[in-house]
């Protein structure tokens, strides 16, 4: 969707079984299949490392920012903050879920307020002033 939708795609996952918090699933199965998604999306680049550790090796600017990794509050608290200047358009994740991912809400909300849309999936989108 944000390959066909954008000019450039960026995409930052670790792939580390040890950082992998989806109970069930496996890392480098998951790895597998984005790999097979995007192989012929010539404008989908794909970085293997930790959030974190690409924001200090990346300075570019992005149009729209998307943060899916951890779901505790200091895990997304920290992301935001690593690309907090990057962003020229839009900051937006997953799992917005106050019931079940109340660290995701709390560090999305003391950062931007409420986001400006919060879909039936979960994803949230703050428009950046």
């Not at 699933?25 to 970085?47: G, H, M, P, Q, Y």
């Not at 920012?65 to 994740?93: I, K, M």
Request: glycine share 6%; net charge negative.
């Amino acid at each position: 969707m944000f390959a066909s939708a954008f000019r450039r795609v960026t995409c930052i996952d670790a792939w580390d079984q040890a950082l992998f918090n989806v109970p069930g699933e496996s890392a480098a199965e998951a790895e597998a299949e984005f790999d097979r998604v995007t192989a012929a999306l010539a404008n989908v680049r794909k970085i293997k490392s930790t959030s974190l550790a690409a924001a200090g090796r990346y300075a570019d600017p992005v149009d729209v920012l998307y943060v899916d990794a951890g779901h505790d509050y200091e895990s997304v608290n920290a992301d935001l903050g690593a690309w907090a200047s990057r962003p020229q358009l839009f900051v937006c994740g997953h799992d917005y879920w106050p019931s079940r991912f109340p660290g995701v809400v709390r560090a999305v909300n003391e950062r931007f307020g409420k986001p400006d849309a919060v879909f039936c999936d979960t994803s949230f989108v703050v428009a950046v002033k």
